[in-house]
């Protein structure tokens, strides 16, 4: 959990009301900053893959409306003639 000021919260045991900071028990050291480095490390990394994956799920999106846009165009340039004869208009 972190402190008012998006620090991590740092426990005060007995060794923090006396002032004496010697002991080090009650506050994070280097190996705590460590894996959180890490972690935040791989969250970043696991971030930056479903950053990718959504860059090219856009494109294939967009690659597959612009294919179904050519597709409907086709079939309105093919299905014209036969349109007005859906209506019973024209007999063939």
């Given at each position: 959990?972190?402190?008012p000021n998006g620090e991590p919260?740092?426990?005060v045991g007995a060794a923090g009301r006396d002032g004496d900071d010697s002991d080090g028990d009650d506050s994070f050291g280097e190996e705590e900053y460590a894996a959180?480095?890490?972690?935040l490390d791989q969250i970043n990394s696991c971030l930056d893959h479903l950053e990718e994956?959504?860059?090219y799920l856009h494109a294939?999106?967009?690659e597959l409306l612009e294919s179904n846009r050519q597709t409907r165009l086709e079939?309105?340039?093919i299905g014209e003639p036969f349109s007005?004869?859906?209506d019973g208009n024209i007999k063939i």
């Open positions: 959990m972190s402190g919260h740092m426990a959180i480095n890490s972690m994956k959504n860059d294939c999106l967009k079939f309105q340039q007005e004869a859906a």
